[in-house]
Each structure stands twice: as structure tokens, then as C-alpha cells.
């Protein structure tokens, strides 16, 4: 026993001194650091789209406009991702007990560009020009305004009181501000025709320095960074954009060398995009959604008031195929009608796959079937499963209604697809709720509060946009509760049971979500994006973004126009 004690100890010594070497030799593992954040140099994009006026009170229908403004201009309210208020020019603010007085605070020591102090004057200044815009501002935007009274209380302080309690209020102070000093004593025509909409003065990160023209044509806009900027100070000195007509034209500047960005990179560049490992592809929810609303009360198509039959068609789409097929893959499938990723959207929702021969049965159950060896379609107590479903008159949408067509006809329904022209679709069918079933995109852009209830309460279902005609007295129930409630997580729990309801009744077919898309060189660092309220939404974190590596000068065709009077 005392010998193998011995060698145990032998063994066991040994393998302490090699383990103790081992380490002791073993070379240090290569040390990973990320690149350090520094100031300067200069960042060329590919703007998809065309100048027009770097103005915020005249950027709604151009989103290239609205995109460059963003940089230009400071806001009282931004939202984080998830669609939370966040505080830009505002320091503080506060809600009265009903609901229907805010008192707002600005930062005090925010200035223009050109060094003048920004004041309360200025944000009412900016209101009265969203008044008085008629054709330029969208009108409910102007009915909003028109609505509320709004007081100056000294130069940081502004008082908004509103006729009844509005907890999405916060939403409409995501505005860029004018500055009274410049445009004050204009009427909205003169400061229309302005020459400030192409020297433009804000408060933004980013300062405008001038235009490229080509021909007496703009071209591209140089922006320097606000070294005076009230927050972080942007790293990247000066920013470049280029317009182009097309992703394409983009791309095709991007691989000339002519731009380190592309603005907007849809289905005709996706793959070579993919193809380049120079550069970084970030992709991001769109706040639009594709749905197809039902008419519950049109009495030609009685089917589509069984809740049965509703879900039988959500179950017979392929949507996924629908995805791959026409978006190359670039959408997400929808399960309701709030923003997923959004503090209000509920996970809890089940998501519906594709299942025909579920469908199929579903429509049985609710007793419609296909009687006679001639007969292809279902019907029930002499009505045959057949109705009307209307699309936007455009390609894309064309190839969407296809393929929902033949997916309901695999199902013995027969669906008569029609163009209409936009505009056409919503003011002679959808608003006198004349139609039967139509193929949609609701914009939500520019809104990150969810508020389903302009397209959901019963009051909508006659003269607004509760196109369905749904008449849910429970849901309209949380949909009021939310709009009156200023705690979060209390209308986050109206909201929750609203999707429940939504889930359970199913009153339209939502489709799904696109993605926005964008490129940047892998030089450009600091780069980072969530959901999207509105593409400018991008450059949320712009002044984090820093250039690693040689500086690269970008190649320009033209000159910065000089400065005028």
C-alpha cells in the first residue's frame, strides 16, 4: 500500500509541473480590438430620388428632401426604436392630470446655424406654416394643428392645449423647426418660393455648405458637420449626396467610386449588392403594411361575414412564396395590424402558415361546398363563393392580386381581380364602402405611435377609414382606452387585448411588411439601424458615425454653387 501511494503521488506531481509549463508556454492569444471612433473626413451617398425644397414644413411627398432635412433640422420629439418619445430639443416636459395640457421646455442653449439662439417663437412660427399649407401639408396634419392652441410662455417654454385627452400627442411634435428670424412676415406662398429652401439654415447635426450643379441642373447637396451642435457633435466632418433617378444609376455610382452609400437598394441591385464584401447591407421593417380588407357588410358577399371563412382565406395564401417571389425575399409576413418590434406590438400573436388543405376544410365547415359533377364552386344556400377583389393599378401590385387569386380559386372560390387607379380606389370605392374585398397598403410613416383607431373603431366604420366596416364594440373599447391613457404600459395592455380581439375576428387579411434596405462601405463605422417609422429614421445615429481607415476623398463632376443673398 505504502508503494502505491508513492506512485500516485509520482503521477500526480508529474502532471502538475506539465500542466503549470503548458500554460506557462502557451502564446497570448491575439488581442481583438474595435477600431477607435475619430473626427473627420468625408462621406459620398447615392440619394435615390430629386431635389426639390430643403424645407420640413414642405418635405411630406419627398422623401429625398425629407432624408437630407433630417440632418439639417433639430426636432422637439424623436423615438427610439421601439417607437418610445425621446427627447431632442425638448429638456423636459409635462402632461396635465386630464390629458389635455402639455407644457414643453426646450434645451436653452440651442442655436441656428447662422448663431442666432433658438426660441419657442420658432416652433410656433414652424405651426403656423403646417396652418396655413394647404396642398403642400397633408390635411390632416392641418385639421390637427387647426385644432390645437398653442402659447408661447417665454423663449423655452411652449404650452399645447388640446380640446380632449390625445396620448399620441407626443407624435406630432416629431417636426423640424423653421427659423422665425429668416422667414418671419412671410406669407406660406413667399416662403414657398423662398431662396431658403436652397441655402437652408437649421439646427440639426449637420449644417447645409452647398449644391453641385451640372447644367444649371442640382446634383448633389454638401453638408458640413454643426460643430455648435446643443448634442454629440457629429465625427465625420462633411457629407455628400449625390441624386440618382434609379438604385441602379447608385449602384453604378457606388462601383465608379463615385459614392461610399447607396440610399436605397430595392430588388434590381439586391444581389450585386450582396455580392460586394466592401459592403455592409442593413436591412429594416418599413412602416407600411399590405393588407386586404373585407367588406363585412356588403350583403353580395355574405361569406365574408363568417369568421370562419376569414380565417380559411388568410390560411389558403402562400405568403411566403408571395415574399420570395415578388420581394425577393425582402418582406416579413404579418400576423396583425401594429408594427412588430414597436412597444405596443404583442408577440403573443400566432402566426398563420400556409396550409391549403386546412383552408379547404375550414370552408366546408361553414357549409360551403361544391355540389354537381360540372360545378368548381362552393356555395351555400344558393350563393356561390364568388366576389370582387380591387388592387392598385401598378405592376407590383398586379402580381400580388395573381397570385391571391389563384391561391382562393385552389380553394373553390372564384375572385374577379380589377386595376383602379390609386386615387380612384379610395375615393369612389373604398370610401363609399363600395366594393368587396380590396388589396391595400397603409402608410403608417411618420407615425410611431401605433393609434389602430382611425382604421378599427366602430366610429370609423361610417365616413373614416374602417373600410371593413368592422363592428367590435370590445375592441373599440381598448382602441379608446389607449388614445385617452398617457401611461405606457397601461396602453400597452389595451393594446395587447386589442391584437387578441384583431386575432380572434380577423376583419381583414394582413399580408405583410416590406423592408427598407441600404448600403454603406464597411469603412463607414458606427452604422446601426432598427425599425423604421420613416427612412430618414436611418441616420437616427448618424453623429456615431466615424470613418475607418485611408480617408477617402469622393470623386464630384461638379462645384458647390456660391453663396447668395
Do not use: C
Given at each position: 500500500?505504502?508503494?502505491?501511494?508513492?506512485?500516485?503521488?509520482?503521477?500526480?506531481?508529474?502532471?502538475?509541473?506539465?500542466?503549470?509549463?503548458?500554460?506557462?508556454?502557451?502564446?497570448?492569444?491575439?488581442?481583438?480590438?474595435?477600431?477607435?471612433?475619430?473626427?473627420?473626413?468625408?462621406?459620398?451617398?447615392?440619394?435615390?430620388?430629386?431635389?426639390?425644397?430643403?424645407?420640413?414644413?414642405?418635405?411630406?411627398?419627398?422623401?429625398?428632401?425629407?432624408?437630407?432635412?433630417?440632418?439639417?433640422?433639430?426636432?422637439l420629439v424623436t423615438f427610439e426604436e421601439r417607437g418610445i418619445p425621446k427627447m431632442d430639443m425638448?429638456?423636459?416636459?409635462?402632461?396635465?392630470?386630464?390629458?389635455?395640457?402639455?407644457?414643453?421646455?426646450?434645451?436653452?442653449?440651442?442655436?441656428?446655424?447662422?448663431?442666432?439662439?433658438?426660441?419657442?417663437?420658432?416652433?410656433?412660427?414652424?405651426?403656423?406654416?403646417?396652418?396655413?399649407?394647404?396642398?403642400?401639408?397633408?390635411?390632416?396634419?392641418?385639421?390637427?394643428?387647426?385644432?390645437?392652441?398653442?402659447?408661447?410662455?417665454?423663449?423655452?417654454?411652449?404650452?399645447?392645449?388640446?380640446?380632449?385627452?390625445?396620448?399620441?400627442?407626443?407624435?406630432?411634435?416629431?417636426?423640424?423647426?423653421?427659423?422665425?428670424?429668416?422667414?418671419?412676415?412671410?406669407?406660406?406662398?413667399?416662403?414657398?418660393?423662398?431662396?431658403?429652401?436652397?441655402?437652408?439654415?437649421?439646427?440639426?447635426?449637420?449644417?447645409?455648405?452647398?449644391?453641385?450643379?451640372?447644367?444649371?441642373?442640382?446634383?448633389?447637396?454638401?453638408?458640413?458637420?454643426?460643430?455648435?451642435?446643443?448634442?454629440?457633435?457629429?465625427?465625420?466632418?462633411?457629407?455628400?449626396?449625390?441624386?440618382?433617378?434609379?438604385?441602379?444609376?447608385?449602384?453604378?455610382?457606388?462601383?465608379?467610386?463615385?459614392?461610399?452609400?447607396?440610399?436605397?437598394?430595392?430588388?434590381?441591385?439586391?444581389?450585386?449588392?450582396?455580392?460586394?464584401?466592401?459592403?455592409?447591407?442593413?436591412?429594416?421593417?418599413?412602416?407600411?403594411?399590405?393588407?386586404?380588407?373585407?367588406?363585412?357588410k356588403n350583403q353580395e358577399v355574405p361569406f365574408f361575414q363568417d369568421v370562419n371563412v376569414r380565417?380559411?382565406?388568410?390560411?389558403?395564401?402562400?405568403?411566403?412564396?408571395?415574399?420570395?417571389?415578388?420581394?425577393?425575399?425582402?418582406?416579413?409576413?404579418?400576423?396583425?395590424?401594429?408594427?412588430?418590434?414597436?412597444?405596443?406590438?404583442?408577440?403573443?400573436?400566432?402566426?398563420?402558415?400556409?396550409?391549403?388543405?386546412?383552408?379547404?376544410?375550414?370552408?366546408?365547415?361553414?357549409?360551403?361546398?361544391?355540389?354537381?359533377?360540372?360545378?368548381?364552386?362552393?356555395?351555400?344556400?344558393?350563393?356561390?363563393?364568388?366576389?370582387?377583389?380591387?388592387?392598385?393599378?401598378?405592376?407590383?401590385?398586379?402580381?400580388?392580386?395573381?397570385?391571391?387569386?389563384?391561391?382562393?380559386?385552389?380553394?373553390?372560390?372564384?375572385?374577379?381581380?380589377?386595376?383602379?387607379?390609386?386615387?380612384?380606389?379610395?375615393?369612389?370605392?373604398?370610401?363609399?364602402?363600395?366594393?368587396?374585398?380590396?388589396?391595400?397598403?397603409?402608410?403608417?410613416?411618420?407615425?410611431?405611435?401605433?393609434?389602430?383607431?382611425?382604421?378599427?373603431?366602430?366610429?370609423?366604420?361610417?365616413?373614416?377609414?374602417?373600410?371593413?366596416?368592422?363592428?367590435?364594440?370590445?375592441?373599440?373599447?381598448?382602441?379608446?382606452?389607449?388614445?385617452?391613457?398617457?401611461?405606457?404600459?397601461?396602453?400597452?395592455?389595451?393594446?395587447?387585448?386589442?391584437?387578441?380581439?384583431?386575432?380572434?375576428?380577423?376583419?381583414?387579411?394582413?399580408?405583410?411588411?416590406?423592408?427598407?434596405?441600404?448600403?454603406?462601405?464597411?469603412?463607414?463605422?458606427?452604422?446601426?439601424?432598427?425599425?423604421?417609422?420613416?427612412?430618414?429614421?436611418?441616420?437616427?445615429?448618424?453623429?456615431?458615425?466615424?470613418?475607418?481607415?485611408?480617408?477617402?476623398?469622393?470623386?464630384?463632376?461638379?462645384?458647390?454653387?456660391?453663396?447668395?443673398?
Amino acid at each position: 500500500m505504502k508503494k502505491l501511494r508513492w506512485q500516485l503521488l509520482i503521477i500526480f506531481l508529474t502532471g502538475l509541473i506539465v500542466g503549470i509549463l503548458l500554460i506557462i508556454e502557451k502564446p497570448d492569444a491575439p488581442a481583438v480590438t474595435a477600431p477607435e471612433p475619430k473626427k473627420g473626413g468625408v462621406y459620398s451617398e447615392g440619394l435615390v430620388g430629386k431635389f426639390q425644397r430643403l424645407n420640413p414644413v414642405l418635405d411630406f411627398y419627398n422623401s429625398a428632401d425629407r432624408e437630407l432635412n433630417r440632418l439639417i433640422y433639430s426636432r422637439l420629439v424623436t423615438f427610439e426604436e421601439r417607437g418610445i418619445p425621446k427627447m431632442d430639443m425638448v429638456k423636459t416636459y409635462g402632461i396635465s392630470q386630464d390629458g389635455t395640457i402639455y407644457n414643453v421646455t426646450i434645451h436653452p442653449d440651442i442655436k441656428w446655424h447662422d448663431g442666432e439662439p433658438l426660441t419657442t417663437e420658432d416652433i410656433l412660427f414652424t405651426i403656423e406654416m403646417f396652418r396655413e399649407g394647404e396642398g403642400y401639408v397633408p390635411e390632416d396634419l392641418r385639421t390637427f394643428w387647426n385644432d390645437i392652441e398653442v402659447q408661447v410662455l417665454d423663449e423655452t417654454t411652449i404650452q399645447f392645449r388640446l380640446k380632449e385627452a390625445f396620448a399620441p400627442f407626443l407624435d406630432y411634435l416629431a417636426f423640424g423647426i423653421l427659423p422665425e428670424h429668416l422667414l418671419g412676415g412671410m406669407s406660406f406662398d413667399e416662403m414657398l418660393n423662398s431662396n431658403f429652401n436652397l441655402q437652408p439654415v437649421g439646427s440639426g447635426p449637420y449644417k447645409f455648405d452647398g449644391l453641385l450643379t451640372d447644367n444649371g441642373q442640382i446634383k448633389g447637396v454638401i453638408l458640413q458637420a454643426n460643430q455648435n451642435y446643443f448634442d454629440k457633435v457629429p465625427l465625420i466632418e462633411k457629407m455628400v449626396f449625390h441624386y440618382y433617378d434609379t438604385s441602379a444609376d447608385a449602384f453604378k455610382a457606388l462601383e465608379d467610386g463615385l459614392v461610399q452609400g447607396i440610399s436605397k437598394v430595392d430588388a434590381t441591385i439586391l444581389m450585386d449588392v450582396l455580392k460586394r464584401s466592401d459592403i455592409s447591407l442593413y436591412t429594416s421593417r418599413e412602416p407600411r403594411l399590405t393588407l386586404i380588407f373585407l367588406n363585412l357588410k356588403n350583403q353580395e358577399v355574405p361569406f365574408f361575414q363568417d369568421v370562419n371563412v376569414r380565417k380559411a382565406l388568410l390560411t389558403g395564401l402562400n405568403r411566403q412564396k408571395m415574399i420570395d417571389q415578388v420581394f425577393n425575399g425582402q418582406a416579413i409576413i404579418a400576423d396583425g395590424p401594429i408594427l412588430p418590434g414597436t412597444w405596443a406590438y404583442y408577440d403573443g400573436i400566432h402566426n398563420v402558415t400556409y396550409d391549403s388543405g386546412k383552408a379547404t376544410q375550414l370552408i366546408k365547415d361553414a357549409g360551403y361546398v361544391i355540389s354537381g359533377e360540372t360545378s368548381t364552386v362552393r356555395a351555400k344556400d344558393g350563393i356561390e363563393f364568388r366576389f370582387e377583389l380591387l388592387y392598385p393599378d401598378d405592376e407590383y401590385h398586379r402580381v400580388i392580386a395573381e397570385m391571391v387569386q389563384k391561391n382562393w380559386e385552389d380553394l373553390g372560390t372564384v375572385v374577379n381581380i380589377r386595376a383602379v387607379p390609386y386615387p380612384e380606389l379610395i375615393e369612389s370605392f373604398l370610401n363609399p364602402r363600395a366594393y368587396q374585398a380590396a388589396l391595400i397598403d397603409l402608410d403608417l410613416s411618420l407615425t410611431p405611435d401605433p393609434d389602430p383607431y382611425p382604421f378599427w373603431d366602430q366610429v370609423q366604420a361610417t365616413g373614416g377609414q374602417n373600410y371593413s366596416q368592422w363592428d367590435s364594440f370590445v375592441a373599440s373599447d381598448y382602441l379608446e382606452q389607449a388614445r385617452i391613457t398617457s401611461d405606457l404600459i397601461d396602453r400597452s395592455l389595451y393594446y395587447r387585448n386589442f391584437q387578441v380581439v384583431f386575432e380572434e375576428e380577423l376583419p381583414a387579411i394582413p399580408m405583410f411588411y416590406p423592408v427598407y434596405s441600404f448600403a454603406i462601405s464597411n469603412q463607414i463605422k458606427g452604422v446601426s439601424v432598427g425599425p423604421l417609422f420613416e427612412t430618414s429614421d436611418r441616420f437616427m445615429t448618424v453623429t456615431d458615425w466615424f470613418i475607418s481607415g485611408p480617408k477617402i476623398e469622393p470623386i464630384t463632376t461638379a462645384v458647390p454653387t456660391e453663396e447668395t443673398d
